[in-house]
């Protein structure tokens, strides 16, 4: 069962990624979670916690905690990792939720636009950049990071694009 406080960022990430924060009250996310607004404000103090909750929970975790789950694979296992990265970005609800969410956002609010950055760009290039360092100098992959990054992060936002 879903907690009150998981069903309200569920619903508020919902509703900013079809109308944008600005366009959202808290008596919307209240309604649809079914509570009243008072009752929201015993789990979040305002509509921007509730918006700075949902981009907490979506960052991502350091390579570094990652690492031993790449080293004894060989490189068809990590296409196939790549694979699945890559439906999971593009199908899962939340993530994808979360994408249009920002490509909203990113044009209205500064920090909101740097977190698109850091979050597609930035850390998914670093986190794989860490990866592949680490497998190319123990012989386990060849020096090609970029070329299993480029193609899904263009399709994610191409669908992204297209499913608007």
């Given at each position: 069962?879903?907690?009150?406080?998981?069903?309200i960022l569920?619903?508020?990430l919902?509703?900013?990624?079809?109308?944008?924060?600005?366009?959202i009250?808290?008596?919307?996310?209240a309604q649809i979670?079914?509570?009243k607004?008072?009752?929201l404000y015993?789990?979040?103090?305002?509509?921007?916690?509730?918006f700075d909750a949902?981009?907490?929970?979506?960052t991502?975790?350091?390579?570094?905690q990652?690492m031993n789950?790449?080293?004894?694979m060989?490189?068809?296992?990590?296409?196939n990792i790549?694979k699945?990265?890559?439906?999971?970005?593009?199908h899962?609800?939340v993530?994808?939720?979360?994408?249009k969410?920002l490509?909203?956002?990113q044009?209205?609010n500064?920090?909101?636009?740097?977190?698109?950055?850091?979050?597609?760009?930035?850390?998914s290039?670093?986190y794989?950049q860490?990866?592949?360092?680490?497998l190319t100098?123990?012989d386990?992959?060849?020096?090609r990071?970029?070329l299993?990054?480029?193609?899904?992060?263009?399709w994610t936002?191409?669908f992204?694009?297209?499913?608007?």
């Amino acid at each position: 069962m879903i907690s009150t406080k998981e069903k309200i960022l569920l619903e508020a990430l919902t509703l900013f990624s079809k109308n944008s924060y600005d366009a959202i009250t808290v008596n919307q996310i209240a309604q649809i979670v079914g509570i009243k607004a008072p009752s929201l404000y015993k789990h979040y103090r305002s509509k921007q916690e509730i918006f700075d909750a949902i981009i907490l929970k979506m960052t991502g975790i350091s390579p570094k905690q990652d690492m031993n789950r790449f080293i004894n694979m060989d490189e068809l296992e990590l296409i196939n990792i790549g694979k699945n990265m890559f439906t999971y970005f593009l199908h899962d609800v939340v993530q994808s939720k979360f994408r249009k969410m920002l490509t909203i956002e990113q044009f209205k609010n500064k920090n909101l636009a740097d977190q698109y950055i850091k979050q597609y760009f930035d850390y998914s290039l670093s986190y794989q950049q860490y990866i592949f360092s680490i497998l190319t100098k123990q012989d386990i992959l060849k020096k090609r990071r970029f070329l299993y990054y480029c193609p899904p992060f263009l399709w994610t936002n191409l669908f992204s694009y297209f499913t608007m």
